[in-house]
Nanobody, 117 residues
């Protein structure tokens, strides 16, 4: 069982920044895609961004221009830099890992981000 360990959430004032981290174990397939999603209360989970093991990045609408995804393949860790935060960014942020061999989908436990006015 692959466990993803997330960290970096918390309470921040509007306009502030946070950096989220998500570490995967070292024995995962080297061919994979890691990403970040979020779910606000009463809303569906939505994609923020994904990054492949080769470095290809896709951003979805949430946080576009304000959030930056990156990864360190030597640590099997993906990061999400949140900048210029607004109260509407308040949500639980989830890390996702898709491995190709074998094909499998994993989720982190989620980390709460709360943006105050």
């Amino acid at each position: 069982q692959v466990q993803l360990v997330e960290s970096g959430g918390g309470l921040v004032e509007a306009g502030g920044s946070l950096k989220l981290s998500c570490a995967a174990p070292g024995n995962i397939s080297s061919l994979n895609v890691m990403g970040w999603y979020r779910q606000a209360p009463g809303k569906q989970r939505e994609k923020i961004a994904t990054i492949s093991s080769g470095g290809s990045i896709i951003y979805a609408n949430p946080g576009k221009g304000r959030f930056t995804i990156s990864r360190d393949n030597t640590k099997n860790t993906v990061y999400l830099q949140l900048s210029s935060l607004i109260p509407e960014d308040t949500a639980v942020y989830y890390c996702n890992l898709i491995t190709m061999t074998p094909m499998h989908d994993y989720w982190g436990q989620g980390t709460q981000v709360t943006v105050s006015t």
